[in-house]
């Protein structure tokens, strides 16, 4: 039972598709930003081109191998040093991987973590994409705006109710308070949906 449960929940599931629209919707986004960074890289390349062409091959060949000579000399100092602290404390190395071992774990746990927060940052906005292709959004708004209206309507017409000036109501006044009935059956309806 358990079993089918999570496989109906899994297969039932919108957020995977939520994702995927996000993760469309981004690279569209991205995908608009291609053509500027295209003029610039070709408005820079021929500054490029003609700085490599001044450039003397021998002394590029000079600077790398100058360099290469550097780094060989610091990485045969590094490795005499490892190799030294290798031989003499053995016991030091083995809690040394134990600890990174242990701070690996508390990385990768934390990386889960930030994963996991951004799937659900790229489905909330796939969802959001996917109301704006569907106009819930607009539907949502105008559900709103029929619940909060009737009820801002109702309060201005209960002061004039309860104050007792039935002489002083004039016949635009009655169709205001006839319109005013009808828009308080949805409320109703809503509430009592929203109650279930």
Do not use: C
Not at 80 to 91: H, I, Q, S
Not at 166 to 174: E, F, H, Q, R
Request: net charge negative; glycine share 8%; aromatic share 4%.
């Amino acid at each position: 039972m358990a079993i089918t449960d999570d496989l109906r929940k899994t297969l039932t599931d919108p957020t995977p598709l939520y994702f995927l629209a996000g993760t469309a919707d981004l690279a569209g986004q991205q995908a608009k930003k291609v053509p500027a960074l295209i003029e610039k890289i070709q408005a820079e390349a021929p500054e490029r081109i003609e700085a490599v062409r001044r450039t003397d091959p021998k002394a590029v060949q000079e600077k790398a191998t100058a360099r290469v000579k550097e780094v060989q000399g610091v990485v045969t100092t590094r490795a005499n040093e490892l190799f030294g602290a290798l031989d003499g404390d053995l016991k030091k190395l083995g809690e040394n991987a134990q600890d990174l071992a242990l701070r690996g774990v508390g990385v990768l746990a934390e990386y889960a973590v930030k994963a996991r927060e951004g799937y659900d940052s790229v489905a909330e906005h796939g969802q959001e994409v996917v109301k704006q292709w569907r106009g819930e959004a607009a539907d949502e708004i105008v559900e709103i705006a029929t619940v909060v209206e009737p009820d801002a309507e109702t309060k201005d017409a209960a002061p004039g109710q309860g104050a007792g000036t039935v002489a002083a109501d004039s016949d635009a006044d009655k169709p205001a308070a006839k319109k005013a009935a009808p828009r308080k059956a949805p409320v109703k309806k809503t509430t009592v949906k929203s109650a279930e």
